[in-house]
């Protein structure tokens, strides 16, 4: 008689997992890691974002350094956007794309003194090895994994500043979105990014794996005159649906075309060739995608369920992708690709089948915008 036998494969866990059980926090498996839902009230980890500063921890983020002579000329010719227009301690959004000009992976490119980094959705880090070394052939470059020597956390909303400030003393920050900046924080050299995440102003930090825990329990520390929250997945999620931020392998993955999901600011539209550059040119010499990411404020009191339809003169015209309750809009809203015919602002669609028909109305992007 033959024995099977059940392999289960456990999740992956930040170095923060013991830290942030001792803070309250619930732990779910989101993919193939285990990271935090929430820290007791996913609502008040909301208004601590929007009103003060979260702390984010982003351990399922992926970080891949290119060193070598070549590394400007391989990476051009792989990612979306334009790296010749980077300084050191420069960066910006870009995409890694198939021939048919699909997207592989979203992603940060960071410039250094003597090396680029790129950092993505760590799930994506095979896909992305494997396509970066298809085309890596006679190019003097290296490609180095960090993604275990370093981790991020994220500090998001209006006085994240001051709590970055009081954190790294004497140490200047970035100021424009994607630079960079060194900054000495209890002895570790931790990269400091200047990124919103969520709408609000943010900054990444991304620290050497020895120190996190000790920089972890500063921040706590610090941050209590600044009402600051650890955040969790759940209000997270809700945070960037409004600010309108896709997210992979929820609102797009390799079936999508880069201008289908609202990427414009990862692609340069100037310069050379580039692995799918034949598609986007193509696209956008004709004027339009046939569909497109966009948002929806819903009239119903629920938001609604990932895969819902959406509905036209009784015909199905897309998809809703992502849908959570906005606090600041008091009311449903969703991510979702609708076709051409359909997308402008103010036109009112159908979601699902049901009677009576619950409807939602096409809303540019983002939902809420700060001050």
């Known amino acids: 008689m033959a024995t099977s036998y059940i392999f289960t494969v456990m999740p992956r866990q930040s170095l923060l997992t013991d830290f942030h059980r001792a803070h309250g926090a619930e732990m779910k498996a989101y993919g193939d890691w285990l990271m935090p839902a929430h820290f007791g009230d996913a609502k008040e980890e909301y208004r601590a974002v929007r009103s003060h500063v979260g702390l984010i921890d982003l351990a399922h983020r992926a970080l891949l350094q290119f060193t070598g002579p070549d590394r400007l000329a391989f990476l051009q010719g792989m990612l979306s956007n334009d790296l010749r227009a980077l300084k050191p301690f420069d960066g910006q959004q870009a995409a890694l794309l198939t021939q048919q000009g699909k997207v592989v992976a979203d992603v940060r490119v960071l410039c250094a003194m003597n090396s680029f980094y790129l950092d993505f959705w760590a799930t994506l880090k095979d896909a992305v090895a494997t396509h970066l070394n298809r085309y890596l052939v006679a190019d003097e470059v290296e490609i180095a994994d960090r993604s275990d020597e370093y981790a991020l956390l994220s500090l998001q909303g209006p006085r994240s500043r001051e709590l970055l400030t009081a954190l790294a003393v004497d140490s200047p920050l970035p100021e424009q979105a994607a630079q960079h900046a060194m900054a000495q924080i209890d002895g570790a050299a931790v990269c400091v990014v200047r990124d919103s995440q969520v709408g609000e102003i943010g900054y990444d930090l991304i620290i050497p794996g020895a120190h996190l825990v000790a920089i972890a329990e500063k921040l706590s520390e610090l941050g209590k005159p600044f009402f600051a929250a650890w955040v969790g997945a759940e209000a997270e999620n809700v945070l960037r649906v409004e600010a309108g931020t896709p997210r992979y392998g929820i609102d797009f993955d390799q079936d999508n075309l880069l201008l289908e999901v609202g990427l414009e600011q990862a692609v340069s539209f100037s310069k050379g ?55 600041k809009l008091d009311r449903p809203v969703a991510l979702g690709y609708i076709a051409r015919e359909h997308w402008n602002p103010g036109t009112t669609l159908s979601l699902g089948s049901s009677e009576p028909a619950v409807k939602g109305v096409v809303t540019p992007l983002p939902f809420t915008r700060s001050p």
Do not use: W
């Open 273 to 327: 060739c580039y692995l799918g550059q034949e598609v986007v040119e193509r696209i956008r010499s004709r004027g339009h995608v046939n569909k497109k990411l966009c948002g929806l404020v819903l009239e119903d009191p629920l938001p609604a369920d990932a895969g819902t339809s959406l509905v036209a003169d009784g015909k199905e015209i897309g998809r809703v992708t992502s849908s959570v309750f906005s606090p």
